[in-house]
């Protein structure tokens, strides 16, 4: 047995425990998005082990043309629709945010990320480096700037691959056990009022409230900004009230300044 056959036998093994570690990990807390690029990222690391041992000890001709297939595919859904959809995505969250919300470079972010992506195809054009090496700093320059980029990218592709998958199978998880409380963190206001962003997340709080057979509480979670009148839970537990939730099931918590202390003092109550 080769070297090469031993190392590619314990990188298809590595994946597979990747894979089940993912995947148990899915099924005890199906919130964290790791256990999903785990599961996503083992199993194809199992299989591309998997691939290559067939590679070297079978019909190469006959996995060449499924090599070759995959690839196709993989390229399809990725550059086709994956890379596309990725763009559209950031440049629609990018512009809803800046018409319904106020015009900060924190909501900017996602527009500038969607326009930067857009133009990235043609600004690697530009830095992809001729097909005849030299031996100077000027060609390894460009070729790694080149490589950063490719990199970067496909780094960039693969999380946002892991968050979709992990949102939409949480989306669509049932849940085991009625909830006891519904916490719904607060997003900034405009002239001390609901905007319509953090509208809509509140309204998604009061559905699944009233969907849950637990009869939970809802806490809305946001402290006092340096530029808002008053506190973000306030305005929150105003507004839900006004939806038709009732009051004595509404707790406003008004003093967190942080995701972390929205979810500790939330949890206090």
Known sequence: MTTLTVATALFGILGAFAAVFGIAQIIADPRRIAAYAYAIFGA?????????????????????????????????????????????????????????????????LSLLAGIGLLFLPATLGLFEPAQVARADAAYYLQYSIHLGLILLVTYLACCFAAFAVAS????????????????????????????????????RGIKSMREDDGNPIMITSGGHGDDE???????????????????????????????QENLVFSQQL
């Open 44 to 108: 194809g690391a199992s299989l591309l082990g998997a691939g290559l041992l067939l590679y070297v000890h079978a019909d190469q001709r006959l996995l060449l043309v499924i090599t070759a297939i995959t690839a196709l595919v993989v390229l399809a859904f990725g550059n086709l629709i994956g890379y596309p959809l990725l763009v559209g995505f950031l440049l629609w969250a990018g512009v809803t945010t800046l018409h319904r919300e106020s015009r900060s470079l924190a909501n900017m």
């Open 168 to 203: 939409l199978a949480y989306r669509w998880r049932k849940p085991h056990r009625a909830a006891e409380a519904i916490i719904i963190l607060g997003s900034g206001l405009v002239n001390g009022n609901v905007p319509p962003l953090l509208a809509g997340r509140l309204n």
């Open 229 to 259: 009148p008053r506190a973000e839970g306030a305005a929150m537990r105003d507004y839900v009230i006004e939806q038709g939730v009732d009051p004595d099931r509404v707790i406003a918590e008004e003093h967190s300044t942080t995701t």
